[in-house]
């Protein structure tokens, strides 16, 4: 094949970009209180969070390459504990949990990362990516100075460290890793806390220096406490007016959020374009070097990975959205705007800005070194578009606006000035005929083999450790002959009280109603009048977690199932409490114990003319071929309750489309200042309607889809389609 000009000037500039990184040995990595200094050069760094097991390992070269593509210079992810060390001692680094490898192909397309090691994470992840055996361990208190939890951070965090010395991934080492991180957002808990907060702060800050990693260590959110071997940096949706405590630091941004989370039950909330890039050019006007968005790459929480309530998927309304695919306009906006500030660097690194006010509300600051001018123009008001005169020109500012002139004179780029059109993207049905078999789960009995008794009742994950979402309180109730409500027919009323997330209560093997709790409220209640008959009646409580909690003072002492009072109320004698009862125990499903994810033959399944619909607890299972093509797999799960899903016996997640999504959508302005409520969709539908289905994980035919419904659904109504978008 034949090699052009342009050709040749690619292998040119790989070759360079090679010999300035992916090649380089023992570079050296300090700061001062401008920017980070890397092989003797300041630097402005655009960096993007893409968490590696939010995504499949085949999806990580598209993900880093798109993230160069779009201007990016640094990639910056959590490190998640729990996926890692499942069990004390018991170490993964596999297939998504597969660290090294995300971090070589990182280094592979010529970019940097930031690794933060935390341990502790929030990240909407289950249990803030703390594993759960960590909450038995005996005297053990999270995130402050106790010596048991000291202990196994410590330990953990030197065995991560260990390994990317091992593999050579430190910058100074000629690897990618010019940053990590201790901690994580520890601030507001350390001001809660006070005297043991400060004694573990300085002491999490000490134990990350001895590691001798030969690149900087930051502390996000840290507030007034900072160590003087850390660097303090700000998460938000804007970090203009942060300053580092020391003025020998630079000025860094470790979370720009791009939108914010998604819970079930919520709407869903997305971030105009126009106001990230007002933020990125605000914050790096402003002396910032070093600018993250928070997220670069959602993704999806895969198995049960999502924190308490929090939705499968992560999109996070990122430049690419869950999929990988890029977000329009939003991706080619901040791509444009990354190459403006790369022409603008030399001068931002070089020298402080000199400030003119030119009116109200609209201001110029410019950066004039010797050899280069930067200049940025900035118009403040929300509402009102300006005309300014500068440096002999008049230059057009919408409200809520800046515009870059790299040389001081032309106006390259503007923060509200989109060029892109947007593309929308749409769910098109794959006509993938999926025809279900169905089967009923069983609802156990207090004396049958897998239970267990005991006075009262008892807390979930206590007796779970969280290996499955469910768990069984069983009871029976006897009723006289001589009960009065069996003559009148006013039906007793069964009161529960829950520490949360879901619970549906069968008495004599039927559904008597479910009860739900939210992300704001967890806890719920149920009451409700039940049917009971003469003798012994059985009621069966399914306590349903939805995610661990992933943010909190003390999280680990929070509660999760049934731990009452549970009352009867409308009995000859009054009221019953039965919390003190003695209570049989059961934990999960009976399909799970059957791996019934897996297709197993081991329960007779309906054929489709049996097929049971709107069930609850019931399981369905279908096979299909891979549909031709490359464009993303989802599943449509819109006539579906809440539950799970499995695609050849691999979990894509919590599906809860039931949950109808609260809030507010109304019109949005990019203009003003951007809160997590400001911009709404999704209002009165399924917080969560789609289900990333990862193409890596099927086979060309016969890939087998299980679902476990849990409140009753029609499976019928469930598609395959593909994600796609056309300009």
Request: hydrophobic residues 35%; proline residues 6%; glycine residues 8%.
């Given at each position: 094949?034949?090699?052009?000009i342009?050709d040749?000037?690619?292998?040119?500039?790989s070759?360079l970009?090679?010999?300035?990184?992916?090649?380089s040995?023992?570079a050296?990595v300090?700061?001062?209180?401008?920017a980070a200094?890397?092989?003797g050069?300041r630097?402005i760094?655009?960096s993007g969070s893409?968490?590696?097991?939010r995504?499949?390992p085949e999806?990580?070269?598209?993900?880093?390459?798109?993230?160069k593509?779009g201007?990016?210079d640094?990639?910056?992810?959590?490190?998640?504990w729990?996926?890692?060390?499942?069990s004390p001692?018991?170490?993964?680094f596999e297939?998504?949990?597969d660290?090294a490898?995300f971090?070589k192909?990182v280094?592979?397309?010529?970019?940097?990362?930031?690794?933060?090691?935390?341990?502790y994470?929030c990240?909407?992840?289950?249990?803030?990516g703390?594993p759960?055996?960590?909450?038995?361990?005996?005297g053990i208190?999270?995130?402050?100075?106790?010596?048991?939890?000291?202990?196994?951070?410590q330990?953990?965090?030197?065995?991560l460290?260990?390994?990317?010395k091992?593999e050579?991934?430190?910058?100074t080492?000629?690897?990618?890793?010019?940053?990590?991180?201790?901690?994580?957002?520890y601030?507001?808990v350390?001001?809660?806390i006070g005297?043991p907060?400060?004694?573990y702060t300085k002491?999490?800050?000490?134990?990350a220096k001895?590691l001798?990693?030969?690149?900087p260590?930051i502390?996000c959110k840290?507030d007034?406490d900072?160590p003087d071997?850390?660097?303090?940096?700000?998460?938000?949706?804007y970090c203009?007016?942060f300053?580092?405590k020391?003025?020998?630091?630079?000025?860094?941004w470790?979370e720009?959020w791009?939108s914010?989370l998604t819970?079930?039950g919520?709407a869903?909330p997305?971030?105009p374009?126009?106001?990230?890039?007002f933020?990125v050019?605000?914050?790096?006007?402003?002396?910032?070097?070093f600018?993250n968005y928070?997220?670069?790459?959602?993704g999806?929480?895969?198995?049960?990975?999502?924190g308490r309530?929090i939705a499968t998927?992560?999109?996070?309304?990122a430049?690419?959205?869950?999929y990988?695919?890029?977000?329009e306009?939003?991706?080619?906006h901040l791509t444009k705007?990354?190459?403006v500030?790369?022409l603008?660097?030399?001068a931002?690194?070089?020298?402080?800005?000199?400030v003119?006010?030119?009116g109200?509300?609209?201001?110029?600051r410019?950066?004039?070194?010797n050899?280069s001018?930067?200049?940025?123009?900035?118009n403040?008001?929300?509402?009102?578009?300006?005309?300014?005169?500068?440096?002999?020109?008049t230059?057009d500012?919408?409200?809520w606006?800046?515009?870059?002139?790299?040389?001081?004179?032309t106006?390259?780029?503007?923060?509200?000035?989109?060029?892109?059109p947007s593309?929308?993207?749409?769910m098109?049905?794959?006509?993938?005929?999926?025809s279900w078999?169905s089967?009923?789960?069983?609802?156990?009995?207090?004396?049958?083999?897998?239970t267990?008794s005991?006075d009262?009742?008892?807390e979930?994950?206590?007796m779970?450790?969280?290996?499955?979402?469910y768990?069984?309180?069983?009871?029976?109730v006897?009723?006289?002959?001589?009960?009065?409500?069996?003559?009148?027919?006013?039906?007793p009323?069964?009161t529960?009280?829950?520490?949360g997330?879901?619970?549906?209560?069968?008495v004599n093997?039927?559904?008597?109603?479910?009860?739900?709790?939210?992300?704001?409220?967890?806890?719920?209640?149920f009451?409700?009048?039940?049917k009971l008959?003469a003798?012994?009646?059985?009621?069966a409580?399914?306590?349903?977690a939805?995610?661990?909690?992933n943010?909190?003072?003390?999280?680990?002492?929070?509660?999760?199932?049934?731990?009452g009072?549970?009352?009867?109320?409308?009995?000859?004698?009054?009221?019953?409490d039965?919390s003190?009862?003695?209570?049989?125990?059961?934990?999960?499903?009976?399909?799970?114990?059957?791996s019934?994810?897996?297709?197993?033959s081991?329960?007779e399944w309906?054929?489709?003319?049996?097929?049971?619909?709107k069930?609850?607890?019931?399981?369905y299972?279908?096979?299909?071929?891979?549909?031709?093509?490359?464009e993303p797999?989802a599943?449509?799960?819109?006539?579906?309750?809440k539950g799970?899903?499995w695609?050849n016996?691999?979990n894509i997640?919590?599906h809860?489309p039931?949950?109808?999504?609260?809030?507010?959508c109304?019109?949005?302005?990019?203009?003003?200042?951007?809160k997590?409520?400001?911009?709404l969709?999704?209002c009165?539908e399924?917080?969560?309607?789609?289900?990333h289905?990862p193409?890596?994980?099927?086979k060309?035919s016969a890939?087998?889809?299980?679902?476990?419904?849990?409140?009753?659904?029609?499976p019928n109504?469930?598609s395959l389609?593909?994600r796609?978008?056309?300009?």
């Amino acid at each position: 094949m034949g090699f052009n000009i342009r050709d040749k000037a690619w292998i040119f500039l790989s070759f360079l970009c090679c010999s300035s990184l992916i090649c380089s040995v023992k570079a050296a990595v300090t700061y001062d209180h401008k920017a980070a200094i890397i092989n003797g050069q300041r630097r402005i760094l655009l960096s993007g969070s893409i968490h590696y097991p939010r995504s499949t390992p085949e999806m990580w070269p598209d993900l880093i390459q798109k993230a160069k593509e779009g201007g990016l210079d640094v990639i910056q992810t959590y490190v998640f504990w729990n996926g890692h060390e499942p069990s004390p001692g018991q170490y993964y680094f596999e297939d998504r949990y597969d660290l090294a490898k995300f971090i070589k192909l990182v280094q592979q397309a010529g970019l940097y990362v930031h690794l933060r090691i935390g341990p502790y994470v929030c990240a909407e992840w289950n249990f803030g990516g703390f594993p759960v055996w960590l909450k038995y361990v005996p005297g053990i208190a999270f995130r402050t100075d106790n010596e048991p939890f000291k202990s196994a951070m410590q330990k953990f965090t030197e065995k991560l460290v260990g390994m990317m010395k091992q593999e050579k991934l430190f910058e100074t080492q000629g690897g990618p890793i010019i940053l990590s991180q201790i901690e994580n957002e520890y601030g507001p808990v350390e001001w809660d806390i006070g005297a043991p907060g400060k004694a573990y702060t300085k002491w999490a800050a000490q134990m990350a220096k001895r590691l001798s990693t030969g690149v900087p260590w930051i502390m996000c959110k840290q507030d007034e406490d900072v160590p003087d071997s850390i660097i303090d940096t700000c998460n938000g949706f804007y970090c203009e007016g942060f300053k580092p405590k020391s003025n020998n630091k630079p000025k860094m941004w470790t979370e720009n959020w791009t939108s914010w989370l998604t819970e079930f039950g919520g709407a869903v909330p997305y971030r105009p374009a126009e106001d990230i890039a007002f933020s990125v050019v605000r914050f790096i006007h402003n002396g910032g070097s070093f600018m993250n968005y928070y997220m670069y790459h959602g993704g999806t929480n895969f198995d049960r990975t999502a924190g308490r309530f929090i939705a499968t998927s992560y999109d996070y309304d990122a430049p690419l959205d869950e999929y990988g695919l890029p977000r329009e306009p939003k991706y080619s906006h901040l791509t444009k705007l990354h190459k403006v500030i790369k022409l603008c660097e030399p001068a931002l690194v070089s020298v402080d800005p000199t400030v003119t006010w030119l009116g109200d509300k609209l201001e110029a600051r410019v950066f004039k070194s010797n050899s280069s001018c930067a200049a940025f123009l900035s118009n403040y008001d929300d509402s009102s578009a300006a005309r300014v005169s500068f440096g002999g020109s008049t230059y057009d500012l919408p409200p809520w606006s800046i515009s870059l002139l790299p040389d001081c004179k032309t106006e390259y780029y503007n923060t509200a000035k989109v060029r892109t059109p947007s593309i929308p993207m749409k769910m098109v049905p794959t006509n993938t005929q999926l025809s279900w078999g169905s089967y009923n789960d069983e609802i156990p009995s207090s004396n049958e083999n897998g239970t267990f008794s005991k006075d009262g009742l008892m807390e979930q994950i206590s007796m779970t450790r969280d290996k499955t979402d469910y768990l069984w309180y069983l009871a029976d109730v006897a009723i006289s002959d001589d009960e009065k409500f069996l003559k009148t027919g006013e039906d007793p009323l069964l009161t529960i009280d829950s520490a949360g997330h879901a619970l549906s209560v069968f008495v004599n093997g039927q559904l008597a109603g479910t009860s739900y709790g939210s992300h704001e409220n967890p806890k719920l209640t149920f009451s409700q009048k039940i049917k009971l008959h003469a003798g012994v009646n059985k009621l069966a409580l399914l306590s349903i977690a939805a995610g661990l909690p992933n943010v909190g003072l003390h999280y680990e002492t929070w509660n999760i199932g049934v731990l009452g009072p549970i009352t009867l109320n409308g009995v000859n004698s009054g009221t019953w409490d039965m919390s003190k009862w003695k209570w049989s125990y059961k934990i999960g499903t009976k399909g799970e114990s059957l791996s019934l994810h897996t297709g197993s033959s081991a329960v007779e399944w309906k054929e489709v003319s049996l097929l049971a619909k709107k069930q609850p607890l019931t399981w369905y299972k279908s096979t299909f071929a891979t549909p031709s093509g490359s464009e993303p797999l989802a599943l449509d799960m819109n006539t579906m309750g809440k539950g799970q899903v499995w695609i050849n016996g691999k979990n894509i997640g919590r599906h809860w489309p039931g949950y109808t999504a609260r809030g507010k959508c109304e019109s949005c302005s990019y203009a003003g200042t951007f809160k997590e409520q400001k911009c709404l969709s999704n209002c009165g539908e399924a917080s969560q309607r789609w289900y990333h289905v990862p193409r890596s994980w099927l086979k060309p035919s016969a890939n087998l889809v299980v679902v476990l419904e849990e409140w009753g659904g029609d499976p019928n109504g469930i598609s395959l389609v593909t994600r796609t978008g056309k300009k």
